[in-house]
Nanobody
Framework: QVHLVESGGGLVQAGGSVRLSCAAS????????MGWFRQAPGKEREFVSV????????KYTDSVKGRFTISRDNAKNTLYLEMNNLKPEDTAVYYC?????????????????WGQGTQVTVSS
């Protein structure tokens, strides 16, 4: 069982930056593909960015390309999301997730373990 805890959210002005962290425990973090997803009020949870177990391959949803950077430190069992040039439409609860198995996917339903989420609010 993998336990995930996100931190780093908050209120930020448009154009600002936030760094999210996700601390993992209770499992083999270093062998799992990981991802960041978000859910805005009234909307379904959506893919933001995913990263392979070794950090070599990363994917981003189009709306965050060039602004967000996903990374991981397997020695610290921690996943990060650096978010720059934030926009009001980035406002959401951000979740980190981990999955079992070798398939690398952006689909939220394919991820097995989820954190409780951290709120990011971007004011205009």
């Amino acid at each position: 069982q993998v336990h995930l805890v996100e931190s780093g959210g908050g209120l930020v002005q448009a154009g600002g930056s936030v760094r999210l962290s996700c601390a993992a425990s209770g499992g083999t973090f270093g062998s799992r593909h990981m991802g960041w997803f978000r859910q805005a009020p009234g909307k379904e949870r959506e893919f933001v960015s995913v990263i392979t177990w070794n950090g070599v391959t990363k994917k981003y949803t189009d709306s965050v390309k060039g602004r967000f950077t996903i990374s991981r430190d397997n020695a610290k069992n921690t996943l990060y999301l650096e978010m720059n040039n934030l926009k009001p439409e980035d406002t959401a609860v951000y979740y980190c997730a981990a999955k079992r198995g070798a398939v690398f996917t952006t689909t939220p339903g394919n991820y097995d373990y989820w954190g409780q989420g951290t709120q990011v609010t971007v004011s205009s």
